[in-house]
């Protein structure tokens, strides 16, 4: 059964960091597309960061430079290392899996990542920032 279960969410004042964490389990991670979204209340879902089984890396432009997408394959774990954090941040945050290559599902479009037809979800964790 696969498993993605996500971690890290918190309170944190402008300007801080966070630490998502997705542990993964049920399938060979290493070779999976894994893709972080975040959804705030009121607006739809919206793709922050992707990395593919090569390691290649792909960002919305509204996270670029502060944000960092990485992997652990010994440890079958998924982070997001979220700096500078703003106000907007605030959202639900979801990682995801698919086991096809990442430009399959989707990709970087005029300053947006767009995925499509995603497998697998975890359920997610709330990460609020606010003075």
């Known amino acids: 059964e696969v498993q993605l279960v996500e971690s890290g969410g918190g309170l944190v004042q402008p300007g801080g960091s966070l630490r998502l964490s997705c542990e993964a389990s049920g399938f060979t991670f290493s070779s999976y597309c894994m893709v972080w979204f975040r959804q705030a209340q009121g607006k739809e879902r919206e793709g922050v960061a992707g990395i593919d089984s090569d390691g290649r890396t792909t960002y919305a432009d509204a996270v670029k430079g502060r944000f960092t997408i990485s992997q652990d394959n010994a440890k079958n774990t998924l982070y997001l290392q979220m700096n500078s954090l703003k106000p907007e941040d605030t959202a639900m945050y979801y990682c995801?899996?698919?086991?096809?290559?990442?430009?399959?599902?989707?990709?970087?479009?005029?300053?947006?990542?767009?995925?499509?037809?995603?497998?697998?979800w975890g359920k997610g964790t709330l990460v609020t920032i606010s003075s």
């Open positions: 995801a899996a698919d086991p096809n290559p990442c430009a399959y599902v989707g990709g970087y479009y005029e300053g947006a990542l767009y995925y499509h037809n995603i497998h697998y």
